[in-house]
């Protein structure tokens, strides 16, 4: 594992969010941890700090540890774990361990009091500076993303660590 200048981040967001997916895991030592996969989100300056901001929808489970805690990491792996992601995205921690499963690892940082997937090729170790519910949107938008009502929030994470070839 490598700590980075995280100025030196040099890679596409769009890319990587929007088609290699990145996993968060939210979660500290006195909360339950969970990972899921994500496509929606982005990073810049906010308040003269470095952030990524993410959406998860209210029923997921990783909203709810994300209700107890502000530890929060952000893992990009590599093409070879896709099969990986997608099942990151699409099985809820509450049913089972997705960790067992799913062949990932976690791995727990003290400094930090969170985790991040040691296979990950890099991530960002994050705190939740902000939250907020999405619900007064464009008509267009609730009709082609909320018609059951699931609504995403909104979380606003400074960026505290930047980190690479975690394996």
Not at 83 to 92: A, D, H, Q
Not at 93 to 98: H, I, P, V, W
Not at 108 to 123: R, S, T, V
């Amino acid at each position: 594992m490598l700590k980075k200048d995280l100025l030196e981040f040099n890679r596409n967001v769009f890319d990587e969010l929007n088609f290699k997916w990145g996993i968060i895991t939210a979660g500290d030592k006195t909360t339950k941890v969970n990972s899921m996969t994500v496509s929606w989100g982005g990073f810049g300056v906010l308040w003269n700090k470095y952030v990524c901001y993410i959406f998860v929808r209210k029923s997921r489970y990783t909203h709810d540890i994300l209700d107890n805690t502000d530890s929060l990491t952000i893992s990009f792996l590599t093409d070879e774990y896709k099969k990986e992601k997608i099942y990151m995205g699409r099985i809820s921690g509450r049913d089972e361990n997705k960790y067992e499963k799913s062949n990932l690892h976690i791995t727990f940082d003290p400094d930090y009091n969170g985790y991040y997937i040691k296979e990950a090729q890099y991530a960002f170790k994050m705190k939740v500076i902000y939250k907020t519910d999405l619900l007064d949107l464009p008509k267009d938008i609730m009709d082609n993303f909320y018609k059951d009502n699931d609504y995403h929030t909104m979380y606003v994470c400074e960026i505290k660590q930047y980190l690479e070839n975690l394996e």
